[in-house]
């Protein structure tokens, strides 16, 4: 069996995902090299050499690679903030070995604005009513605020506040979740307007889907879509957050979408890509999971949301587990330019993230939801890794924002830990990633227990039931 050395760049429960399936490989005896945003204990465990590079600095990482460049044969990213920052571009650039992501120029997800220009020029159907606000095109706080009033106007207010970089400010806002008065809005676009330029779009009533493709730069591979849940609370209440579970069905599209709405999907996709591609000189570039599209189905047509340039968090972990050819192989083909397929498995996924109490700040929000009696960061996953002996490879247990010191786990401030159940329907996959949650222990975690539940997924059924009727 031939060995190869791969260097993964972790961030959380994403990635620890990717290194679980290239640890599956049959035809390749797998070493890991990790670059690592905390010493996860499962990465730890599993890697040849682990390192701890808090802020996942790319010159670090870089440095990380050329240390064991004559053993590594190539590098996945999953985490965005190093593809922004151009780890791809830095790593081929001094160690010649090939990376597994877009390159920089096309890390879209980097400018939300330009995302909508590019959509424009290629899709403009895809697109929301939108408009763009630059600091210097106007004078004083008094000019903008008329401005944006004008174009609330137009919305009759139903808008949606975009920062068009990451920024110090309050990040998206939409109106009837995060604010309900004019004032409230612009209060919020300014904390965001005083960085960078802001995008206000016009508020899409419909249900979303997630939408992701493998990409050997040339050739585009449509994954089966998935569905998360960003609210932090149960019946979607509370702030967003960066996901708290998802789940897939058992063939390629969702409950509450008709076969012809994901030919649709694989349509205005492969329409975005085919567009992108052929304005980029260099094949390989788009490289990795270019389009991970967050798509809202309206009954009459879909509109994207934003689209970025890596791998869906939590989305993605739906859907490696599945994967029945040699995932080595298929990142092999993703570098050489002749990947045509991937097969899956015909089976629903649920994944449900257990999070610590104070989350974001999510406790002060909801504090009954919270059980703030367990102040233990201490996590103990032995009784969640016992399922195994019950379901085998129909759970998985992937740590996240954890670390382990001297033996022990540690949750850390983010998604601690996600629960993968897989099964022949979602409601055997949603019991499965339940019992996975349950029984871990300690570290004041919680979770939704609704991801995927028949009654949530009921209600997406007679919305887009509803939007259909209207269309």
């Known amino acids: 069996m031939e ?43 599993k890697a040849a050499k682990h390192v701890v590079i808090p802020n996942l600095d790319v010159e670090e990482i870089c440095k990380f690679a050329e240390s064991s460049k004559d053993k590594i044969d190539f590098v996945l990213v999953g985490s965005e903030k190093p593809i922004i920052e151009g780890i791809r571009d830095l790593v081929e650039k001094r160690t010649g070995l090939p990376v597994i ?44 605020k008329s401005a944006v009033y004008r174009w609330l106007d ?20 939409v109106w009837g ?5 004019r004032e409230q809005l612009f209060e919020h676009f300014m904390s965001n307007f005083q960085y960078s330029s802001v995008i206000i779009e016009e508020k899409i009533d419909g249900e979303e889907s997630s939408f992701m493709a493998f990409c050997d730069g040339k050739h585009f591979i449509p994954l089966p879509d998935t569905r998360d849940y960003k609210r932090a609370f149960d019946d979607d209440k509370g702030p967003n957050t960066g996901g708290m579970g998802s789940y897939k069905d058992v063939g ?6 008709t076969a012809a709405e994901r030919e649709q999907e694989l349509a205005l996709a492969n329409k975005i890509f085919e567009g992108w591609k052929a304005k980029i000189k260099d094949d390989s570039a788009l490289r990795g999971v270019p389009l991970y599209l967050a798509f809202m189905h309206t009954g009459h047509g879909i509109k994207v949301l934003e689209n970025n340039s890596r791998p869906g968090d939590p989305e993605i972990i739906n859907l490696l587990p599945l994967i029945k050819d040699d995932f080595v192989d298929v990142c092999f083909k993703m570098i050489e330019g002749n990947l045509t397929s991937v097969a899956l498995e015909k089976a629903a996924t649920v994944l449900t993230y257990k999070v610590p ?95 995927a539940s028949k009654q949530h997924i009921a209600k997406s059924v007679s919305h887009m039931d509803n939007l259909r009727r209207k269309a």
Request: charged content about 25%.
């Open 177 to 181: 979740d995060h604010f309900a008065t």
């Open 357 to 451: 109490s104070d989350y974001g700040g999510y406790a002060d929000v909801f504090p009954n939801q919270i059980d703030k009696s367990v102040v233990s960061t201490q996590v103990d996953l032995s009784k969640a890794y016992a399922l195994t002996k019950k379901y085998g490879n129909r759970i998985c247990i992937y740590p996240g924002s954890m670390e382990t010191r001297n033996g022990k786990n540690y949750a850390l401030k983010s998604r601690t830990v996600g629960v993968l159940g897989i099964g022949k329907s979602i409601e055997e996959a949603r019991e499965i990633s339940l019992e996975g949650a349950k029984a871990i222990r300690g570290g004041a975690l919680w979770n939704r227990t609704d991801v």
């Open 3 to 45: 060995k190869i050395g791969i260097l993964v760049v972790s961030y959380g429960a994403r990635e620890v995902a990717m290194v679980d399936a290239l640890l599956q490989s049959r035809n390749y005896q797998v070493e890991l090299y990790i670059a690592d945003k905390q010493r996860n204990p499962f990465n730890a465990e």
């Open 252 to 257: 390629d599209t969702l409950p509450f979408l």
């Open 101 to 144: 992501c877009p390159k920089q120029e096309y890390a879209i997800e980097a400018s939300k604005i330009e995302q909508r220009l590019l959509f424009q020029e290629i899709a403009p159907e895809a697109n929301p009513r939108f408009k763009i606000f630059n600091p210097a095109d106007y004078k004083g706080e008094a000019e903008v």
């Open 154 to 173: 137009e919305l009759d207010n139903h808008a949606v506040v975009k920062p068009d970089k990451p920024a110090l400010g309050k990040g998206v806002g």
